[in-house]
């Protein structure tokens, strides 16, 4: 079974730094796209960044371009966003998402989720 | 990436069907037949229902369907089902690559 799984939220300060990953299994790592994307608690999805297979296209969405990387280790089957900058409205519950299809950076849908890892920035 | 255009809340009593709209724009889900949506639970993760317009995952009940009109999508549950209540959220590819999502409905079964 397509299984991920989440880690490394917590409570930073504004400005601060924090590291997400995503641990992967259940299926060819390397043969898919993979996607962030955050849910306030109570509120809806916002996709925050996507890279493709081989890790050599990204995208971001706009509110965190500039401030969060993602990247992958296809040797270790794991998805990594690296959050700088970060501010009280990056405050989420943070998805990884494997991508489906065959268009746009990451796939064009979302077909398997993890449960979640919970980010909150405040002093 | 300005989210899609989704109603707050619909309801629907046992048996019946209702239908979900997804605004969106030429720029998005009238340019590309890659709509998707999304049910989420309460405290769950959202899991994929359709993708693509109208397809359906493996394992999907066929009481989901989806459809699209000029910069309009829809998905429709039929024989709804106390189970069917969650939120429902639509999902679109734009140009550049990245996908906007919608606002998310919340459906209740009455």
């Known amino acids: 079974d397509v299984q991920l799984v989440e880690s490394g939220g917590g409570v930073v300060l504004p400005g601060g730094s924090l590291r997400l990953s995503c641990a992967a299994s259940g299926f060819t790592f390397a043969d898919y796209g993979l996607n962030w994307v955050r849910q306030v608690p109570g509120k809806g999805l916002q996709w925050v960044a996507g890279?493709?297979?081989?890790?050599?296209?990204?995208g971001y969405g706009d509110s965190v371009k500039g401030r969060f990387t993602v990247s992958r280790d296809n040797a270790k089957h794991s998805l990594y966003l690296q959050m700088d900058t970060l501010r009280a409205e990056d405050t989420a519950l943070y998805y990884c998402a494997r991508g489906g299809g065959y268009v746009g950076v990451a796939g064009n849908y979302f077909d398997f989720w993890g449960q979640g890892t919970l980010v909150t920035v405040s002093s | 990436q300005s989210a899609l255009t989704q109603p707050a809340s619909v309801s629907g009593s046992p048996g019946q069907s209702i239908t979900i709209s997804c605004i969106g724009t030429?720029?998005?889900?009238?340019?590309?037949?890659?709509v998707s949506w999304c049910q989420q639970h309460p405290g769950k993760a959202p899991k994929l229902i359709i993708y693509e317009v109208n397809k359906r995952p493996s394992g999907v009940s066929n009481r989901f369907s989806g459809s699209k009109s000029g910069n309009t999508a829809s998905l429709t549950i039929s024989g709804l089902q106390a189970e069917d209540e969650a939120d429902y959220y639509c999902?679109?590819?734009?140009?550049?690559?990245?996908?906007?999502f919608g606002g998310g409905t919340k459906l209740t079964v009455l």
């Open positions: 030429n720029m998005d889900v009238g340019s590309y037949d890659l």
């Open positions: 999902c679109s590819y734009i140009a550049g690559g990245t996908v906007v």
């Open positions: 890279i493709n297979s081989n890790g050599a296209m990204t």
